[in-house]
DNA sequence: GGATTTAGCCCAATCGTTTAGGCACGCCCT
DNA sequence: AGGGCGTGCCTAAACGATTGGGCTAAATCC
């Protein structure tokens, strides 16, 4: 029933020519208009449901307004969510649409989806990343204003936002130091990713700026899901000197680390504190006692992605920020004092 | 560099008119070319990397060949990936694209957003909510292409799909029944939705079929979380009969059933078998031993909606289809047969 | 009073396609 | 020789907006 009504039709019902409602709707500046005829498109428009056609307008202005966000898995992990979110909540606060494209990891396919992307003349992209990396751009994207997210290309031509794991390894051992633990375990992933070595990178720093000594006794790698975080767990609190509190990679490694203090009889957080990194909300609140963790700021990043790209389009500006957001911390109940000797 | 190659610098190319151009790329039926012209014209293409506006096309056509997933909080919950991905998937395999918006519950916001896709000429829409739930369609979408995505409507104007959550009951029950288990608990949830009635009812239509008395004793109904599997597990596990088995709403009350569990000192599976729902692997994969569990068939879903509705668009079908798409059953540990008397 | 300015609007081109409806040429037939 | 019919291509009108450059009348200036 909205169907089919044209600047025509309203300029037809408001006396005018198509121009003059144009510039009266888009409100064009320094145009001598009538107010009269001003109040009778506006009227016109209303009283028809007058929509403009955002694909003739796209054509006519060589600009859809649309941002593509490409990603390898992102969609199929539990943490895209919150990008997706962060990044079209963006969009629309700006008046923007938001396509999604998936490649899952085929880089043939990812070619083939861009270069349909861009034949609908989308004018942007945010190339993503399921988990922080370092990845090499599709040629396609080259020369079409694209922001990177969660990864980081050598290539300084792109903006790009990941998250700041240092920071985020400091504020996790942080916490556990100001319980006041001075031996704390790091339950490590066995992966060569920025996120390994970052958080590793913040653990050190905090033990060092809490005047503790690191040792790699207390270091522990395993694969990073809850079997890998069972496994790091038993090592660690197998030790003859055991820590008191451990810092495990991400959440699910957390899961697994409850479950082999479980085993030991242990009880987190009078025995045993622990922090995770990720939140990952079904894991952090279902443990029990409550998760406390470090938070990847994946909505931050999606809107940061979003508003820098949509700057790089409108103002055409030349700087490519790339920057590291922040990791707050949330606390639940699985940190304590350590038990009294 | 790719820019502004127009079908008219390929009909410069070729020495021919863009209608014949036209005519060659889209091997348009019944139209006469000689073979000759035929492979000037797409060789002048290749040359200059012609790629068709589709923007353009998109006008003239008035077909834009994208899809819109509408949701309420969809992108928000670890299933919605599941969904985005197979409706993007489907939509790239008919040559669509897919954008997405998230309402974020705000019916004023989903509305404005809606009204933003049609004035960009979106052929459909799909519309989806979180959870399996009846919805009131926003009128916007009266009059055009719409499917409902896990969500049901009294409108039968609208073909939708769903998870099938009686079979689902049936299928995790029955897992239960077939491994000797002759009195299984139910850890319910205490919201009035089609999920909580309808895996209760395959809960009992499979008792029965097993021969077994429904006795409401042993359904227990607590929130959908951990906490609320715990709060159930215990009333279950308190029972002065107690189950050998326990079937629960979803993967996050199993895990507080588990907890339940290893406070009375309860062996999962060898004193009690669990099953959950939803396949939730963050959870159904970190559990010790891991969950058996139902899983729902989000990307199936996703792929059904995009597959019903580009038919509806394309071939302009008049019916439509409302189906209930079946939850396979994943198994890991967490059943076993019950424990001798 | 004639020239100039200004207010208020409109014409028509443009963006890049698709497509209905020609038009010219050569061949065959009578 | 003239008519009819294919073949192979092209012209031009859409689609629905935006916008540079008019144009007309009334108001103002000298």
Redesign the interface.
């Known amino acids: 029933?909205?169907?089919k009504v044209s600047i025509k039709d309203v300029a037809e019902r408001a006396g005018v020519s198509t121009t003059t409602v144009s510039h009266v709707l888009n409100d064009v500046p320094g145009k001598r208009i009538n107010s009269d005829t001003r109040v009778r498109v506006r009227e016109a428009a209303d009283a028809l449901g007058y929509?403009?056609?955002?694909?003739?307008r796209?054509?006519r202005l060589q600009r859809?307004q649309?941002l593509a966000l490409v990603s390898d898995e992102?969609?199929?992990?539990?943490h895209?969510?919150?990008i997706?979110?962060g990044a079209?909540?963006a969009a629309?606060r700006h008046?923007w649409?938001?396509?999604?494209?998936?490649s899952?990891g085929d880089a043939h396919v990812e070619g083939q989806?861009i270069?349909?992307?861009?034949?609908?003349?989308v004018d942007g992209f945010i190339y993503a990343t399921m988990y922080h990396r370092e990845v090499a751009v599709p040629e396609v994207l080259?020369?079409v204003p694209t922001v990177l997210l969660d990864a980081r290309a050598d290539d300084p031509a792109y903006a790009s936002v990941v998250p700041d794991e240092v920071d985020g390894g400091r504020t996790a051992t942080r916490i556990l130091v100001e319980a006041g633990h001075r031996r704390i375990g790091f339950a490590c992933n066995v992966d060569d990713i920025p996120a390994t070595r970052g958080r590793l990178d913040g653990y050190r720093q905090e033990l060092e700026a809490g005047g503790m000594a690191y040792d790699d006794r207390l270091v522990v790698a395993a694969t990073s899901?809850?079997a890998g975080g069972?496994e790091a767990g038993r090592r660690l609190l197998g030790l003859e000197h055991r820590p008191t509190a451990i810092f495990c990679f991400n959440d699910?490694m957390a899961?697994?680390v409850y479950?082999a203090a479980?085993e030991l009889g242990l009880r987190i957080p009078h025995d045993l504190s622990v922090v995770g990194f990720d939140d990952?909300e079904?894991?952090a609140?279902?443990?029990?006692p409550g998760l406390t963790t470090v938070a990847l700021p994946h909505h931050e990043m999606g809107a940061w992605a979003v508003d820098t790209l949509i700057d790089q389009i409108e103002a055409d500006t030349t700087d490519r920020p790339r920057v590291r957001l922040l990791c707050p911390a949330v606390e639940r109940g699985s940190v304590a004092a350590p038990p009294a000797q």
Not at 97 to 102: H, T
């Open positions: 029933m909205t169907k929509q403009p056609n955002g694909v003739a796209s054509l859809s649309i992102i969609a199929t992990t539990p895209a969510g919150k997706i979110l079209q909540e629309s008046g649409l938001l396509m999604l494209v998936n899952g989806e270069q349909a992307l861009r034949r609908r003349q080259r020369d899901d809850a069972r699910r899961m697994g479950q479980a990952q079904l894991i609140d279902g443990l029990l």
